[in-house]
């Protein structure tokens, strides 16, 4: 089964993205290794609002020919480069993961999603880069959920910015509360 990974940066009292939905607190450290990151990638999921912070970019960070799909009900189908599902985004995430090959799954961006997805036992891994600062409000790391969902760490990195890379794996079959 291929792997879903919710990878993303958040603030140290954990936020995704300012009450703006801005990330330009996210700092600049040339020694984040995104390559080795989008390698395994081939395939993303994230919502509209990500996706529309992402298109404002003056590119996408993805490598050519990776799947994009859009979380949305109300982006137009037509949106050149992605595929924008309506439908239930369990559905996507189960019919991806059970595809065959190696490639990976980028839950990229979005609470919600990120929150749906988790409760429906579909991710595998949660790869948080906590970044140094304190935002006070935003848009948070995840959504309210109904339960807890233990995790196992399994990697740290900590950059010369400060920022704090550390990576879970779900654990499954754990007891949710």
């Known amino acids: 089964m291929r792997r ?12 995704i993205a300012d009450v703006n939905g801005g990330f330009d607190w996210i700092p600049d450290d040339s020694t984040v290794d995104f390559a080795a990151l989008f390698a395994r990638i081939d395939t993303v999921i994230m919502g ?4 529309e912070v992402m298109r404002s970019q003056p590119e996408l960070p993805f490598n050519s020919g990776t799947r994009v799909y859009v979380v949305s009900r109300t982006l137009d189908r037509n949106t050149p480069g992605v595929t924008v599902v309506r439908d239930d985004p369990v559905a996507l995430a189960s019919s991806l993961r059970h595809e065959a090959g190696d490639g990976e799954i980028w839950l990229f961006g979005g609470g ?13 891994a949660v790869e948080i880069t906590i ?5 006070g409000g935003g848009i948070p790391l995840l959504a309210h959920v109904d339960h807890r969902t233990a995790l196992e760490l399994v990697h740290t990195h900590t950059y010369p910015s ?15 509360v």
């Open 4 to 15: 879903l990974r919710y990878n993303v940066a958040a603030s140290l009292d954990g936020y």
């Open 48 to 51: 509209r609002v990500t996706y």
């Open 112 to 124: 919600q999603l990120f929150a749906a997805l988790l409760a429906a036992d579909q991710v595998d």
């Open 131 to 135: 970044a140094p600062v304190l935002l």
């Open 162 to 176: 400060g920022m704090v890379a550390v990576h879970y794996e779900v654990k499954r079959g754990a007891t949710r």
